[in-house]
Nanobody
Framework: QVQLVESGGGLVQTGGSLRLSCAAS????????MAWFRQAPGKERDFVASIHWYGSTTRYADSVKGRFTISRENAKKTAYLQMSNLKPEDTAVYYC????????????????WGQGTQVTVSS
């Protein structure tokens, strides 16, 4: 069992940066792939980025490539999403997820979810 808590969201201007954190509890954090998804109002939940349990394999949505970086520190049971050059279209609730999977993009591959953190980018 893994519990996830996101933090680091907020309001930022276009072109700004934020770093989201996902703190996990549970002894098996290091064996799970971690991912970030986001959901804007009235839209489906979309894949943003994922990272394999040992951290050397990552995957990104085309819309965030070159701007977002996913990372993890297994010793701290924490995953991160560094977001740079933010755009208004990045505005959404960002969710952290964990699963016994590879760097999948499908939300159904992830078993555990956080409560989400709001990111708002003003123009």
């Amino acid at each position: 069992q893994v519990q996830l808590v996101e933090s680091g969201g907020g309001l930022v201007q276009t072109g700004g940066s934020l770093r989201l954190s996902c703190a996990a509890s549970g002894r098996t954090f290091s064996s799970y792939a971690m991912a970030w998804f986001r959901q804007a109002p009235g839209k489906e939940r979309d894949f943003v980025a994922s990272i394999h349990w040992y951290g050397s394999t990552t995957r990104y949505a085309d819309s965030v490539k070159g701007r977002f970086t996913i990372s993890r520190e297994n010793a701290k049971k924490t995953a991160y999403l560094q977001m740079s050059n933010l755009k208004p279209e990045d505005t959404a609730v960002y969710y952290c997820a964990a699963g016994d999977t590879y760097v999948n993009t499908a939300s159904r591959q992830y078993d555990y979810w956080g409560q989400g953190t709001q990111v708002t980018v003003s123009s």
